[in-house]
DNA sequence: CTAACAGTGGAACGGACCGTTCCGCTCTGC
DNA sequence: GCAGAGCGGAACGGTCCGTTCCACTGTTAG
């Protein structure tokens, strides 16, 4: 087997290339049911030493910036995928399941506020919010948004989809995919509903977040 | 001032009285905010030692459980006084505005699992359950809710408000509000609509957090 | 007036938890 | 064979938190 360019691998350096999988996929699976989850879980639950992280992470804080960004990058690939959608409705709620289906949400706000964020992440969150505005604003082309809802109310939606939460990741897939087409419904227009009350979320109100807490 | 039976307190006495309802008033505040706040969070928030909380309360979880009895006492009085509504449909949205408002979901659901439950509570869940399963029925008697639209959905729906959490409460408010408003209009019944997708929520599908958990 | 004492503030203790380091081992690649 | 990459997991140091404890203070009964 070759050591340098070969694309198989045998043996120990095998090993170790499997074992940055493994352990990525347990990152995430810990840490979406517990942020604060301690390192030896993710250890565990990946069936590696708590060496085979270090190796791979300075510490947590690395770790968890990466688990971060690549939920943020998964959100805008969707976005741009959900983009190419052509019926403007369809692109918007498309977007909005494949986003609540992957918990990108417990991936990037829950996270955020537990490292300090690189300069990439500030960029890829504000390409994120020009799309999720696009998005919006398709929608409320078609005619099926209704024109009261906000670009923010977007944050309202996936907080109340990533709440629901049972032991079954099965189940709380299809719960919240009940919760998602309420609100979806509650969003619709229909011919004479009230407005929405109170001042609609705001650009800011959701980013205090990223700063320190706990 | 009479001490045994007189309502007027001087002195210790009386502050001792006032700090009963302080110390229960910054309990509320903080493990609202935060359900595993330290005990001298409390203390700090009510202005008082240690001590006087310890006085009062065998220990945290103590403190916990009374917290969390109050608020399933408010739920139930909530909806007591909403089935004396006589419009269906306004008893029914009533009782969820003042339960969302009153933050009475974070003080049961998000407390429990900390503490080991009395049987009294275990009555008084109970019975939450029949007057919300009242309340249903009567929303669906007036036609206003739609037909798939079950009790446990109100679990969902309280989760989805209760993950609405912005630094300056009065704003939460508001923002609970809105998002409140939305799932009523999608909980509403309309022609033509879509059915909501999955098995709905049952019965012992949020009762998980009862048990202990980390 | 004064002796007991209920009520209190907050320092101190002991234990749990957790991020990180370190050391000895294994097994690979040359 | 042998140098060392990769690894497992014990051990360390630090933080945090529930609870206890003690000295102190104003009140109240006699």
């Not at 959608?85 to 494949?98: H, K, S, V």
């Not at 109100?205 to 706990?214: A, G, K, Q, Y």
Request: charged share 30%; proline share 6%.
């Amino acid at each position: 087997m070759s050591t340098t360019s070969g694309k198989t691998l045998g043996g120990r350096r095998a090993q170790a290339a499997r074992n940055d999988e493994v352990i990525l996929e347990a990152a995430r699976a810990v840490f979406l049911d517990d942020p604060k989850a301690p390192i030896a879980a993710v250890a565990e639950r990946a069936g590696v030493g708590i060496s085979a992280l270090y190796r791979r992470y300075a510490g947590k804080e690395d770790l968890l910036r990466q688990l971060c960004h690549d939920g943020l990058r998964r959100y805008v690939a969707e976005a741009e995928t959900a983009l190419d959608e052509p019926d403007d409705w369809a692109a918007f709620t498309g977007f909005l399941a494949r986003v609540v289906d992957a918990d990108v949400h417990s991936l990037t706000v829950h996270l955020a506020g537990t490292f300090t964020p690189t300069e990439e992440m500030g960029r890829d969150a504000m390409r994120a919010g020009e799309l999720a505005t696009a998005l919006v604003d398709r929608a409320h082309a078609s005619g099926r948004l209704r024109p009261d809802a906000v670009v923010h109310d977007l944050g309202l939606l996936l907080e109340a989809c990533a709440a629901v939460r049972v032991p079954d990741p099965e189940r709380t897939r299809q719960l919240r995919r009940r919760q998602l087409a309420v609100l979806l419904a509650g969003l619709s227009s229909v011919p004479d509903a009230d407005p929405l009350p109170g001042p609609p979320p705001a650009a800011g109100e959701f980013d205090w977040r990223w700063r320190l807490r706990e």
